[in-house]
């Protein structure tokens, strides 16, 4: 059974950093895309960040410059390092993959961990 188990949030001030971990079950994730969403309450899921299977990322506008994703494949483990957070960072943030089970592409999704940026 394919899981994604995030962990890391938390409560940070602005200009403040945390690293969220995503670690995966169930298959080998190297193949595949993984990726950070978070959704701000009364706001759609939106994507932050995503890196493929050769390393390549890629970067919301809104956090590029400040959050970097990284991916350990021998842990099936992605991460989020998040500096200079700003009160807007605040949201649930979700771990997420797309993989191939038989013949059949499927999403995937963790529980989410909650972020919040205040002072």
């Known amino acids: 059974q394919v899981q994604l188990v995030e962990s890391g949030g938390g409560l940070v001030q602005p200009g403040g950093s945390l690293r969220l971990s995503c670690a995966a079950s169930g298959t080998s994730f190297s193949a595949y895309v993984m990726g950070w969403y978070r959704q701000a309450p009364g706001k759609q899921r939106e994507l932050v960040a995503a890196?493929?299977?050769?390393?390549?990322?890629n970067y919301a506008d809104a956090v590029k410059g400040r959050f970097t994703i990284s991916r350990d494949n021998a842990k099936n483990t992605v991460y989020l390092q998040m500096s200079s957070l700003k009160p807007e960072d605040t949201a649930v943030y979700y771990c997420?993959?797309?993989?191939?089970?038989?013949?059949?592409?499927?999403?995937?999704w963790g529980q989410g961990t909650q972020v919040t940026v205040s002072s």
């Open positions: 890196i493929f299977s050769g390393g390549t990322t």
């Open positions: 997420h993959t797309h993989i191939i089970i038989g013949t059949t592409w499927q999403d995937y």
